[in-house]
């Protein structure tokens, strides 16, 4: 095989940008050969590519090698296992699935020796994230002891809310921000940091929009170690900001709209508090130069290495198998809130999925949809 012959399940506004991508010749040895949505209408912007209206028909067409899919996020579940089982490469949007139990069904499903499944975890491309990884890794940093991520420019208008039936319910996303927008920076935590222990979380549901699940969130984040976290969103505040900080024995890093900063201590902070003579003293720090060259590849990098995975048997940026992890935190935060109380991990998913399909049966909440024949909206904004 010298080409991907890839199908695309679902063309909302990712779904058609990442078809665009492709057709634009973004990804070599990529080739768009078929697409699927279920409205008509969206297809018709792809008048000269294979038409289907049903996943099944277009994952058991042998017109594809493997599939995108961009649908709602229950679907990630039941097509990811179907184009699976099939015999398909499989990239699936964030999140993987809605919940951990289904998580754990989608990623068993993967039994192909030779078969890449892969997550679109498109911020892992990001050259500030990935020298933060790296220096935690090579334990630059020494022990951390603390991360706050505040992460509230995710603004979201009445409009993006009204642009889909499914969109901001527990029937048709299985929650908000948490599951929408904060999947790619609970992914970066968890990859960066490792899974927390405990999980505290405050969830408002519809604090600023007139929806039924989370739209601001406030959590505490426990390690067995010490090392404790906080975490804040919302698609509620405007200008907003995206700030990490990472607090560890060997100094302070910030990654921000001004890029990553380093300040070294010279020598870690307890072994100086221990050893210092003066009751005021620090230890003296200095900064470490910790430019990036380029920019992330963002959707388009992820894609090229799914080809080159493929093709080439390169390894994955992010395997869909970690996308569990972002789920899992997700989950964790909602069920925090739900329950009134702190969440030990690994979660019970089994008792989250009952809790969440309670939420279900029980909603009142009547969706206003308004949705348009204006075509996938400019995406520009969002990443």
Not at 216 to 242: M, Q, R
Not at 250 to 273: A, H, K, L, Q, Y
């Amino acid at each position: 095989m010298d080409k991907v012959r890839l199908g695309i399940v679902g063309l909302g506004n990712m779904g058609t940008q990442h078809a665009r991508d492709v057709l634009d010749g973004k990804i070599e040895s990529l080739e768009l050969a078929a697409v699927c949505d279920d409205k008509k209408k969206r297809l018709t912007h792809f008048t000269d590519i294979k038409n289907f209206h049903e996943s099944g028909d277009l994952i058991r067409s042998e017109e594809v090698d493997a599939v995108l899919i961009a649908t709602p996020h229950y679907d990630h579940t039941t097509i990811g296992i179907d184009a699976l089982k099939n015999s398909l490469h499989v990239m699936v949007e964030k999140p993987i699935s809605v919940h951990k139990a289904d998580c754990e069904r989608l990623i068993a499903a993967h039994t192909g020796e030779n078969q890449v499944f892969a997550a679109m975890f498109n911020q892992r491309t990001d050259p500030r994230y990935q020298k933060l990884h790296n220096i935690i890794q090579n334990g630059e940093l020494g022990e951390i002891r603390r991360v706050v991520w505040n992460i509230t420019n995710w603004f979201r208008t009445r409009v993006y809310y009204a642009s889909g039936g499914w969109r901001a319910t527990w029937a048709g996303e299985g929650g908000g921000v948490l599951l929408n927008q904060c999947p790619h920076q609970l992914d970066l935590w968890q990859w960066m940091f490792g899974m927390p222990n405990r999980v505290r979380a405050f969830c408002q549901m519809g604090r600023y929009h007139e929806i039924e699940v989370e739209d601001d969130v406030t959590a505490y984040l426990e390690y067995d170690n010490g090392c404790k976290g906080v975490f804040i969103t919302t698609t509620g505040e405007a200008p907003g900001t995206n700030c990490l900080e990472v607090s560890a024995e060997c100094g302070r890093v910030v990654i921000d709209n001004d890029g990553i900063r380093f300040t070294r201590n010279e020598t870690p902070m307890s072994e100086f508090g221990k050893t210092a003579t003066g009751a005021f003293s620090k230890p003296a720090a200095h900064e470490v130069d910790l430019s990036v060259d380029g920019k992330a590849g963002q959707h388009v990098e992820v894609l090229q290495n799914f080809t080159n995975a493929i093709l080439k048997d390169e390894k994955l940026i992010a395997p869909a198998a970690e996308g569990i992890h972002s789920v899992e935190l997700a989950n964790s935060m909602l069920y925090s809130t739900l329950t009134d109380s702190t969440v030990e991990l690994p979660l019970d998913g089994a008792a989250y999925e009952t809790r969440l399909k309670e939420l279900i049966a029980n909603s009142t909440f009547k969706k206003v949809v308004s949705e348009t024949d204006s075509g996938p909206q400019d995406l520009s904004g969002s990443f």
